[in-house]
């Protein structure tokens, strides 16, 4: 909850069941939009209620680039609109440079059980580039 309120009931309960000691290091997310984990249970929970798919995903994009994503691109996958064929669709915008190393991408994988069988969904968001310690140290002797 707000503030971690039910952090310490949930270590006493988790120590209650293992008999062991706990420690618990519980994060708060900062910005439940740029997180793919997150955008990505939430496209499928709108799946699950019926909303379509195209919509969900397109919403859930603006969404992220507005909240300082610089790339996103979701894949929804199985039998979209209840259709006999299972495909894949996906949309992109912004920028996702996969091949780059130094990217910070975060990706989220969830499922969605609707009564034609399961969808998949897959995120992928683009947050800025991870400088290496070394480079940004010489970079700043530099000026």
Same mark, same amino acid.
Do not use: H
């Given at each position: 909850? !707000?503030?971690?309120? =039910?952090?310490?009931?949930? !270590?006493?309960?988790? #120590?209650?069941? +293992?008999?062991? @000691?706990?420690? =618990?290091? +519980?994060?708060?997310? *900062? ?5 793919? #984990?997150?955008? /990505? @249970?939430?496209?499928?929970? #709108?799946?699950?209620?019926? +909303? ?5 995903? *397109? ?12 790339? +996103? *691109? %979701?894949?929804?996958?199985?039998? =979209? ?6 495909? %894949? @669709?996906?949309?992109?915008?912004? %920028?996702? $440079?996969?091949?780059? =190393?130094? /990217? ?6 969830? @499922? /969605?059980?609707? %009564? ?5 969904? *897959? ?8 400088? $290496? ?11």
């Amino acid at each position: 909850g !707000k503030g971690g309120n =039910l952090a310490e009931e949930l !270590k006493l309960e988790l #120590q209650k069941m +293992i008999n062991k @000691e706990v420690n =618990l290091n +519980i994060v708060e997310v *900062k910005n439940v939009d740029v997180d793919a #984990q997150l955008v /990505a @249970e939430n496209i499928a929970g #709108q799946l699950e209620r019926r +909303i379509s798919f195209r919509r969900a995903m *397109k919403q859930c994009m603006q969404k992220s680039m507005k909240a300082g994503a610089l790339g +996103i *691109k %979701t894949a929804v996958s199985g039998r =979209l609109g209840g259709a006999d064929m299972a495909r %894949t @669709e996906f949309y992109k915008e912004g %920028t996702i $440079p996969l091949q780059t =190393l130094r /990217a910070d991408i975060d990706y989220g994988f969830a @499922e /969605a059980d609707t %009564t034609y069988g399961k969808i998949g969904v *897959k995120v992928w968001i683009y947050k800025g580039e991870v400088l $290496p310690a070394k480079k940004a140290k010489m970079e700043g002797g530099d000026k």
